[in-house]
């Protein structure tokens, strides 16, 4: 039922700027900590960003002072604004979340998208 869903990526020149959404939807009650992975072309997936319901935030040393994560509780949403990219930033970037789901007794529960891919290249 619960499931996340990442929108944004496309094409972009190096330098340029791009924001990434992350939607999530089907009986949450609440989520936890939300962020953002990269998996460029042959690596491992690598944590970019994340961040807490209060609103803390954590990045990796690749973008800090480019990128900005933000989310919006109230629509489950989380986004990655993008900016001063770089060759180095392509790849395909998940979303990642814990979500409290269920019913008759909520638990908490590791959720990932299937990815959106983003290109930066001249």
């Known amino acids: 039922q619960v499931q996340l869903v990442e929108s944004g990526g496309g094409l972009v020149q190096p330098g340029g700027s791009l924001t990434l959404s992350c939607s999530a939807s089907?009986?949450?009650?609440?989520?936890?900590?939300m962020a953002w992975y990269h998996q460029g072309p042959g690596k491992e997936r690598e944590l970019v960003a994340d961040?807490?319901?209060?609103?803390?935030?954590n990045y990796a040393d690749s973008v800090k002072g480019r990128f900005t994560i933000s989310r919006d509780n109230a629509k489950n949403t989380m986004y990655l604004h993008m900016h001063s990219l770089k060759p180095e930033d392509t790849g395909v970037y998940f979303c990642?979340?814990?979500?409290?789901?269920?019913?008759?007794?909520?638990?908490?529960?590791?959720?990932w998208g299937t990815g959106t891919l983003v290109t930066v290249s001249s």
């Open positions: 990642n979340a814990d979500i409290v789901a269920g019913v008759a007794s909520p638990f908490t529960m590791n959720y």
């Open positions: 089907g009986r949450i009650f609440g989520i936890d900590v």
């Open positions: 961040i807490t319901s209060g609103g803390s935030t």
